[in-house]
């Protein structure tokens, strides 16, 4: 596909990553691989409807304001995607090791940059620090829209918030607290107070959500 | 409290937070010597929390005894008596916690509130070998992706709204199935899905590593009301459906903490289409696959008893007054000083 052999960059969990060329420019093809523990209509369905429906979000994405690769070629019948390269570092890898205030801009940032996507519509769906690139200019690229969808709905904002929070918690549990909610600083300058106060409140109550039986049933 | 000797001896544990009464014993290093459980059955629907923890009150003096028969061991020689404390079912964490209390203060032995959560991955580890895994620990009442992280297990999916087992049960409920002692819903749906043929679809609900099973259960009980599908089929589309979506958040999980071990643990662990697919992605990854042994895959005592050893081990212990039972303990919220 590319125009020199593509070397495999990162063993995903539901795509592999290629480094490759597409006319002179760095890419990156990511390609879903079957996966034969599940039955191949459901695989089918999953891999197919990821591969087209992840460009698509990109580019939304794009024209909402929100840096991301740019799409090359999209090959439904080999669910693979041709894309920019983008040059820079996993937000992941550096939240830990750079200053307070430094730690708490770039979080600003990505508020501002999750505010810019619900304003439209767009759920990014997997809102971790991996899925953030940092590159030298300082502007922050996302990246993995596989599990996306389009919705005006205040419940799907939610748990987009809901995600980003529980990234937080699980991968930078020393600054959870300080980075969600410079998270929200940032959304809120996009969306405003009100809008932002609804959506904390879904993310509230997304939480309290059953996960253990007792409370469930005290609801019902 | 008196000590008996500077090296613990053997650790009672007591679980009682669901439909299960249980009474495990261990020794220091992890020997199981006893492992009694008293299953309740309800006669229709769900686990009734008031009558489960009144089948609790009833069968514990039986199964405290048939542990120390098995054990051979006696009351005064235990260390330390360990309890689910959370999460759970009020009522049937009351009881258990009242019998723990009173026996710790009768022995005049340390009181260890165990969490649930903690005791289904530390049992699966001791059983398996595994040091450092993703684990994904499924139930009636969880669903959860952990991975131990600085002094703790960091939750990195779970469910949304209703459990994995929950929803497996509630659709056999619905389909007029009936479980009994040894023989749970999801081992009755299992048995029905292999000779499922066709894959009926319905919705995949994955939500970066967390996944949400209640869209999934409306969906499929719809479809069984239509009875346009034969139950076989149904069965095995859930399955597949509901063991997918837990499959790709831990596989998710396993590709961000580079771990080199999966566990499986918890009551559907048991379930042998589950362990495939698990394992399938254990392998695909150049990690180990672990499942914890079927009789330490249901809420157990044993796991209660090792996981309070564990904790006494280090300096770990309740005091009487503040071992109120936490109905929402989640499990990124205990220390676990014995993990390295």
Redesign the interface.
């Known amino acids: 596909m590319g125009e020199v052999k593509p070397y495999l960059m990162k063993?995903?969990?539901?795509a592999n990553l290629y480094l490759t060329r597409w006319h002179g420019k760095k890419a990156v093809i990511k390609k879903r691989l079957p996966?034969?523990?599940?039955?191949t209509?459901?695989d089918e369905?999953?891999r197919v409807y990821r591969t087209i429906h992840e460009p698509q979000l990109m580019s939304e994405a794009k024209k909402a304001g929100v840096p991301t690769p740019t799409i090359f070629l999209v090959d439904v019948n080999e669910t693979a995607i041709i894309m920019e390269f983008i040059e820079g570092t996993q937000v992941k890898l550096l939240l830990s090791d750079i200053t307070r205030s430094k730690r708490e801009n770039i979080c600003v940032k990505i508020g501002e940059l999750i505010g810019k996507l619900h304003e439209k519509g767009i759920i990014h769906?997997?809102?971790?620090t991996?899925n953030m690139i940092l590159n030298r200019e300082g502007k922050i690229y996302f990246v993995d829209f596989g599990?996306g969808e389009k919705t005006m709905e205040l419940e799907a904002m939610g748990?987009d918030l809901?995600?980003m929070k529980?990234?937080l918690?699980?991968?930078h549990?020393r600054f959870t607290e300080e980075c969600f909610n410079a998270v929200i600083e940032g959304y809120s300058k996009v969306l405003g107070k009100e809008k932002t106060e609804s959506v904390l409140e879904k993310v509230r109550e997304?939480a309290r959500?059953?996960?253990?039986?007792?409370?469930?049933?005290e609801k019902a | 409290m008196k000590r008996k000797s500077a090296e613990p001896k053997y650790c009672l544990g007591i679980e009682s937070t669901?439909d299960d009464f249980s009474v495990g014993i261990s020794t220091s290093n992890g020997e199981i010597l006893a492992n009694v459980i008293s299953a309740y059955v309800p006669e229709e629907g769900g686990?009734h929390?008031r009558e489960a923890a009144r089948h609790h009150a009833e069968k514990a003096s039986q199964v405290l005894g048939e542990a120390f028969r098995r054990a051979e061991i006696k009351a005064k020689d235990l260390s330390a008596i360990a309890f689910s404390q959370g999460?759970?079912?009020?009522p049937c964490l009351r009881t258990g916690a009242t019998i723990a209390r009173a026996l710790a203060h009768y022995l005049r032995v340390p009181l260890v509130g165990v969490n649930h959560c903690v005791a289904h991955i530390e049992i699966g580890k001791l059983e398996t070998g595994a040091r450092d895994p993703v684990t994904l620990y499924v139930s009636?009442?969880?669903?959860i992706v952990a991975a131990f992280?600085?002094g703790?297990y960091?939750?990195?999916g779970?469910?949304?709204?209703?459990?994995l087992g929950?929803c497996i049960d509630v659709f056999a409920r619905e389909a007029g199935l009936r479980q009994k002692a040894g023989m749970p819903f999801g081992a009755v749906v299992e048995k029905i899905a292999v000779k499922g043929e066709k894959?009926v679809?319905l919705p995949?609900t994955?939500?970066?590593?967390?996944a949400s099973f209640s869209g999934l259960l409306t969906a499929a009980v719809n479809l069984l009301k239509s009875k346009e599908y034969r139950l076989e089929d149904l069965c095995y589309s859930l399955q597949?459906?509901a063991f997918?979506m837990v499959?790709?958040i831990t596989?998710?999980a396993?590709?961000?903490t580079e771990k080199r071990e999966v566990l499986l643990t918890g009551g559907v662990a048991a379930n042998k289409r589950l362990q495939?697919?698990?394992k399938?992605?254990a392998e695909e990854?150049n990690a180990r696959f672990c499942v914890v042994p079927s009789e330490y895959a249901v809420d157990n005592g044993a796991m209660i008893a090792w996981t309070g050893m564990l904790a006494y081990k280090h300096g770990i212990s309740t005091p009487i007054e503040e071992s109120f039972v936490k109905?929402?303990w989640r499990l990124?919220e205990v220390d676990v000083p014995w993990v390295k």
């Open positions: 063993k995903g969990a539901e996966k034969k523990y599940r039955p209509q459901l369905r999953i769906g997997d809102l971790t991996s599990l748990v809901h995600l529980r990234a918690q699980s991968t549990f997304i959500r059953g996960r253990y039986v007792a409370e469930r049933r | 669901a686990i929390p999460p759970g079912l009020g009636g009442g969880n669903t992280d600085s703790r960091r939750v990195f779970e469910t949304l709204d209703i459990a929950n894959l679809p995949y994955v939500k970066g590593m967390d597949e459906t997918s499959t790709e596989e998710r396993l590709a961000h495939f697919m698990v399938a992605i990854h109905l929402r990124e």
